[in-house]
């Protein structure tokens, strides 16, 4: 009886020694849909008209807070702005904004006929927007623009891009 009942004790003193082989938990998940992200143009920059310098490089900066902030050139005239971008997305939400572009690596205006180049980089001073509560927001882009000396006269245009994505 000895011999079983010490055998008994040794079973016992064993399975109360072996860690479990396995173990189960549950766990959560969970996702948010949000409304998509959208940008539209809402206008164009302008520099206005000017006359280019004979002698030396000009430059003519218009800051996102449409003041034009810089003519160095022979004449400054004409209306000038910002570009202006609507965003909309989901309501509260921040968003990046980026460019392609800058005084480093300018965008490139060109002539219609597109002979005559004259480069400007883009100036963004809202890098992120919070959207409001009806998920609206906009911001401005401004450009500094360079005139070579004698850059002939025309109409330039060009093109550039902004990007938004949520943070």
């Given amino acids: 009886m000895k011999i079983i009942k010490s055998a008994i ?16 938990e549950s766990g959560n998940a969970g996702a948010e849909v949000i409304n998509p992200i ?7 920059i302008s520099f206005g008209t000017f006359v280019a310098n004979t002698a030396s490089v000009g430059y003519v ?6 003041i034009r902030s810089q003519c160095s050139v022979a004449s400054c005239t004409g209306l000038f702005s910002p570009s202006t971008f609507n965003v909309t997305g989901e309501p509260g939400q921040a968003v990046n904004v980026s460019h392609i572009g800058d005084s480093l690596n300018p965008v490139t205006f060109q002539l219609t006929d597109g ?15 919070t959207l409001d509560a009806a998920g609206a927001g906009s911001f401005n882009i401004g450009a500094r623009l360079r005139i070579p000396a004698n850059t002939p006269a025309g109409n330039y245009s060009g093109n550039y891009w902004v990007q938004v994505e949520y943070q």
């Fill in 9 to 24: 004790m040794i079973t016992g003193l064993c399975m109360a020694a072996t860690p479990a082989f396995a173990a189960q």
């Fill in 38 to 44: 959208s940008v539209t143009a809402a206008n164009d």
């Fill in 115 to 129: 002979t005559n180049i004259i480069t400007f980089g883009l100036i963004l001073h809202t890098p992120v927007l």
């Fill in 61 to 66: 900066t218009i800051e996102p807070e449409n």
